[in-house]
């Protein structure tokens, strides 16, 4: 058995959601070039919910902020060894929870590196589609209220995002929260979530959207290659590989697109 | 937000190989009763296969015993909160790795539970065919040479465990190791891999097993409802299912067979 010189580790903050989590490991390993067990990065996932709480109910009616418990996951995380820390949760990065647990590991942990999703999913998406383009956005109530991803795209001005209207918004939002059929309730997808969503994806390429934003971490649960034709950004996809290249770059497996 | 009185987080000891321990931490997920994010079991995940090593290797060619590893993760996902342990991996449930583990687990920390994949395993498969019933099992060639399976199944007399001949075992052993298709250094699962264990899985049903034991963490992977129409026991699941149940057994979804 041979050790690489250099140790370094990816820490996943889950828990927000536990899918989420799991699949966010899951994309790091699909997206490592690894033929034996052994070659693998090395990756410690927490997932402790209840000590985080719910992301959108903190930005649309205060509360605690996540922040913290965020905070307390990454240095459990750095405790383990990790070097570079994911947060695969569009809400969580949103301004007021994501700014406060930046700088708090900014002051404590300088050395460490804390990816910001929306920032290189934004990144991706201009070098993807280096002409000018039109790309749609679906995400929870909290995304679209705290413009997390018109933001990031302010420094690319040659990509257009068209977001859907509030009627939309409140059905995409149902399809993942709803407590009966929505996608953080249920596993498999409901075929009432994915119906929903479906619809709604098509709106957003009617308005001229060329591709789509999965801009909640549960929405690739649902929409993937296999359940609809459209062009997808999956940002913990993205997420997953700036993970590895900030960690061990030689072992970023090609893009398949 | 409400907390519950006591809280227990289960740990899994991953990275044997990475994607069973995402798999496994996807499967708890999915058979916990939780309507929202905070609902869902505290969990930690570590996998640092390189601090463990190849199991197969061990049992086959000696050197140093992975259960060392194992025990240190064990020590890292206790530290953490972990109050009931599971390694998603058949040939680590081997005596020689897990016994020593077993044994240093039980001196140093008496308290937490450490599930037997495989034991947990026999019992489900004795309780689901209450009638005498032949199974077969699909494995590495280090779960079948040491026996986990025969020797669990021996206190539920009425199943009966047949096991593929040696070129078979040498053919299942290659869809998962094999650099190039095996599961293990592909993501999706290859086709090679894929036509390999349909046919050796329907070679063990012609010599009369009713259902089959996905022996191997990476086998779910490949073999599922949709690929294959026999019936599958996945020790994955089982051991999911366990662990809820001996951290939170209210929290546990009835089973879907």
Known sequence: MRYSVC???IGIIGGVGPMA??????????????ATDQEHIDLYLTSTPRSIGD???????GGSNPAEGLYKNALQ??????????VPCNTAHAPPIFDPLRKKLRDSHPDITLLHMIEETAKHIAKRFPEPTTIGLLATKGTHALKTYPNALLAYPHITLIEPDRESRER??????????GIK???????EALTILIEEAYKLHKQGAEALILGCTELPLALTRETISLP??????????????HTEPAKLKDEVE
């Open 7 to 9: 140790m370094n580790a």
């Open 21 to 34: 989590g799991a699949d966010a490991a899951q994309k790091i390993f699909e997206n490592t070039n690894a």
């Open 55 to 61: 992301r959108t109910k903190f930005l649309l009616e």
């Open 77 to 86: 995380l750095i405790g383990l060894g990790a070097s570079t820390l994911i």
């Open 172 to 181: 995409v939002h149902d399809a993942i929260y709803n407590q009966r059929y």
């Open 185 to 191: 309730a249920r596993a498999p997808v409901s075929r």
């Open 232 to 245: 997808l950004i999956d940002p913990t996809v993205v997420l997953a590989r700036s993970a590895i290249l």
